[in-house]
């Protein structure tokens, strides 16, 4: 798993950086952890960080992997698209979490939620999972840093706004709509950790469905959307 490889090494090599991954959620989060806020704001404060953590950083790094040509490189020397996609994405979501769990142990513990810790910690796994699998396909969609930043900000709020964390998703077409979204079981288990916030658990098996299927689908039409990714193109 060379790509997976790369990913572990690059991390653990920028320490500095690693630290301060680690470090700016703790400074950001830990006073809302400890405030008196509602639980419902609470949950919405950590869904974006967390939602926004992978997004940025999955997508940002694909643009400029793309336009210093490293990508480039690695397809056309064989690799396939869908081995760099999934390990791309593996590697991304476990060091998202690593850097994300002394974070998320602070809001569980200081919120007596500690029970909800194996909800709370598959819940970040599958958004993480799905916000860097996202990356590379915002990336394949824009040209520049600045409007990777612009259209994963967009997506991530868009989500975030039908998976109910910003206000609860009335019964209709906009309740379907949670129940199905990839990022509603992270807001079931924050609630859980800090409400509790009842939600129904049959989400997580239709959102876990829907990032499989997408996951599925980028990874078999991966050679296909990733000659996006090969800059620098002529116009």
């Given at each position: 798993?060379?790509?997976?490889?790369?990913?572990?090494?690059?991390?653990?090599?920028?320490?500095?950086?690693?630290?301060?991954?680690?470090?700016?959620p703790?400074?950001?989060?830990?006073p809302?952890?400890l405030?008196?806020?509602?639980?419902?704001?609470?949950?919405?404060?950590?869904?974006?960080f967390?939602v926004f953590?992978?997004a940025?950083?999955?997508?940002?790094p694909?643009?400029r992997?793309?336009?210093?040509?490293?990508?480039d490189?690695?397809?056309r020397?064989?690799?396939?698209?869908?081995?760099?996609?999934l390990?791309?994405?593996?590697a991304?979501?476990?060091i998202?979490?690593?850097q994300?769990?002394?974070?998320?142990?602070v809001?569980l513990?200081?919120?007596g939620?500690l029970?909800?810790?194996?909800?709370?910690?598959?819940?970040?796994?599958?958004?993480?999972?799905?916000?860097?699998?996202?990356?590379?396909?915002v990336?394949?969609?824009?040209?520049?840093?600045?409007?990777a930043?612009?259209a994963?900000?967009?997506l991530?709020l868009?989500?975030?706004?039908?998976?109910?964390?910003?206000?609860?998703?009335?019964?209709?077409?906009?309740?379907?709509?949670?129940?199905w979204?990839p990022?509603?079981?992270?807001?079931?288990?924050?609630g859980?950790?800090?409400?509790?916030i009842?939600?129904?658990?049959?989400?997580?098996?239709?959102?876990?469905?829907?990032?499989a299927g997408?996951?599925?689908g980028?990874?078999i039409?991966?050679?296909?959307?990733?000659?996006?990714?090969?800059?620098?193109?002529?116009w």
């Open positions: 798993m060379t790509i997976w490889r790369l990913a572990w090494r690059s991390a653990l090599a920028r320490r500095r950086l690693f630290a301060w991954n680690v470090a700016v703790l400074l950001l989060l830990t809302v952890a405030s008196e806020a509602a639980a419902p704001h609470r949950v919405a404060v950590f869904g974006v967390i953590f992978g940025f950083g999955s997508a940002i694909a643009v992997d793309a336009r210093d040509g490293w990508l490189e690695i397809l020397a064989g690799y396939p698209a869908h081995r760099w996609l390990e791309r994405t593996l991304g979501t476990a998202d979490t690593l994300l769990v002394p974070t998320l142990f809001l513990w200081s919120a939620g029970r909800a810790a194996p909800a709370v910690l598959l819940a970040t796994l599958a958004t993480l999972w799905f916000a860097n699998l996202l990356g590379p396909l990336a394949a969609a824009v040209r520049s840093l600045a409007e930043a612009l994963s900000a967009a991530s868009l989500l975030l706004h039908f998976a109910g964390f910003f206000r609860t998703p009335a019964p209709g077409w906009t309740s379907l709509v949670a129940d979204n990022y509603t079981p992270l807001r079931a288990a924050l859980a950790a800090v409400g509790p009842p939600v129904d658990d049959s989400v997580w098996f239709r959102s876990l469905l829907v990032a997408l996951t599925f980028a990874a039409f991966a050679s296909d959307w990733s000659r996006r990714l090969r800059w620098p193109r002529t």
